[in-house]
């Protein structure tokens, strides 16, 4: 079975672009996070969908943030413009339903705004 | 969700047992504690999680103490590839948690030959 997948691994952009992550959850699994650490800190919650519906974006740190899952399968998230600060990894996790559900991660995506 | 404590970094010997403390003195009754590692450049990964009985799965033990205000990870026999940074989550299971992960700074384990 396919574990969640993120495209891409890497990304170097210059600042004020755009540029859009995406996740494929594993197959099924209704709940879909996003966190990010950037350097040195530590590694925080962005949003939270279950299906297509954002229950919990209270992480996202500003408008120049956009995520979507359109159809409940794959989702992405948009940051535009890209600031320096937004350099970090970002990675995305996906759950089953349930309270004891075991989140699995991607790899992360590290993305380098310069 | 309960704040957790956690030493910085700790090193181990391979084949020895790793022994991560973990102290979350502030934990309610619904809280579980979840440990979960992060190997160079991979996401996170699940480990296991326990609410007051001592947990074992193939890749760990957990043991909580009573009071439940602290609990220690255990890797039986660690091998150079548990070198990661460690985290203990507490986090309920109540209809308003909506199972996003709180990660402190975690511990750094260095296992060395």
């Known amino acids: 079975e396919a574990g969640v997948t993120q495209f891409p691994s890497h990304s170097v952009i210059e600042k004020g672009q755009t540029v859009t992550l995406r996740c494929d959850p594993i197959s099924g699994h209704d709940n879909l996070y996003w966190y990010r650490r950037v350097m040195g800190k530590e590694i925080k919650f962005l949003l939270h969908?279950?299906?297509?519906?954002?229950?919990?974006e209270s992480g996202m740190p500003n408008n120049r943030f956009l995520a979507e899952r359109t159809g409940g399968t794959y989702s992405t998230l948009k940051v535009q413009p890209a600031e320096l600060e937004d350099s970090g990894v970002y990675f995305c996790a996906s759950s089953q339903v349930g309270p004891f559900a075991e989140a699995f991660f991607g790899q992360g995506t590290r993305l380098t705004v310069v | 969700d309960a704040k957790t404590t956690q030493p910085t970094s700790m090193d181990c010997a391979e084949g020895r047992a790793a022994n991560l403390p973990c102290n979350h003195s502030t934990i309610s009754g619904n809280e579980y504690v979840y440990w979960y590692r992060q190997i160079h450049s991979q996401g996170p990964q699940y480990i296991i999680h326990g609410l007051k009985n001592n947990e074992t799965n193939e890749m760990a033990s957990l043991i909580i103490t009573e009071d439940r205000k602290s609990s220690t990870l255990i890797l039986p026999h660690a091998t150079l590839r548990d070198t990661a940074v460690y985290y203990c989550i507490v986090r309920s299971h109540g209809s308003s948690n909506t199972g996003k992960l709180i990660f402190g700074q975690g511990t750094t384990l260095q296992v060395k030959p």
């Open positions: 969908f279950v299906k297509e519906s954002k229950q919990d």
